[in-house]
């Protein structure tokens, strides 16, 4: 019988997930008492809802009315939602950061899973450096290595006659660096803990490894694989340092915009507060509803490992 015969996907059913997000909610219970569990959740949401509030209602109000510190609204107006694209430029900084945060979490995702396969799986010469360089890497900061990655794409670009700072693609790269061994450890994390039965099973059928990789690996490992992107899809959403240095008028994202606006707010009279708040919104819908999209995958993910 042929190894494409006998290996089908394998699809993961939610029996075992639901039993232990009971047995989970039921500890939880045992350790507070239901009233005290709901007065700690609401005031939890209260915490994290009222910054959004305020920024939802200065976003309707009047520039002055939030100058002078109000809450509430006192004159709603929905202008400010359709000034944002011609004085903030939102519609060009929110397709830059899309093409490039999008491009940098799909290749994470890609690369980081099959790379952690090799190292969790394949014992070689220099594995255990690889996985200690994963972490050292996350432990440099930022603004350390903006000078050096400038000079490379400078150098780069003089040596092969390739322009890449000001483009997308340049800062596609300049993301890939940093988010590539963040996701790759995410991975290697969670990989540790499948259990390696399965493989054995498909190896004896005769499935090669790549037969392996993706008609087993992967199909148990999307809760990882979604964690690594969302993480390399935020880590080029929210960063502001690269993007000031490595992009021009035509290629910023959206993170570099909303700092512009702001910078030209100071000093003058009454800044136009509805339209910054509703700049901020707007930009942070794109984040919300991926993270609402992949919330049951997140969830797995991040707790993947914990237990053993």
Known sequence: MSASNTIAPVRVTPHRASAKEGARQAQIHRLL?????????????????VPVLYIFFASINSDLAVARGAFWPTELTFENYSKIWTTVDL????????????????VCAGLSVSTAYVLVRYAFR????????LLALQSIPGTLLLL?????FSSAASTLGVQIIGTRWGLFLTYLTF????????????LRGLPRELEEAARLDGASPFKILTRIIVPLSWPGIVVSGIFAFLLGWNDVLFASVMTRPE????????QIFGATQEGGAVPVYGQMMAAALV??????????IFQRYLVGGLTAGGVK
């Open 33 to 49: 008492p239901r009233p005290l569990l709901i007065v700690i959740l609401a005031a939890l949401l209260v915490f994290s809802m």
């Open 251 to 258: 290629s910023r994202t959206v993170a570099v915009s909303l």
């Open 126 to 133: 220099g594995r255990l450096l690889v996985l200690r360089g």
């Open 91 to 106: 519609g060009t900084g929110l397709v830059n950061s899309v093409l490039v945060a999008g491009g940098v979490a799909i």
């Open 179 to 190: 988010a590539l061994p963040f996701s790759t450890w995410v991975m290697v994390t969670y």
């Open 283 to 292: 930009c942070a819908v794109p984040v919300v509803v991926l993270y609402l």
């Open 148 to 152: 050096p990655v400038f000079v490379l």
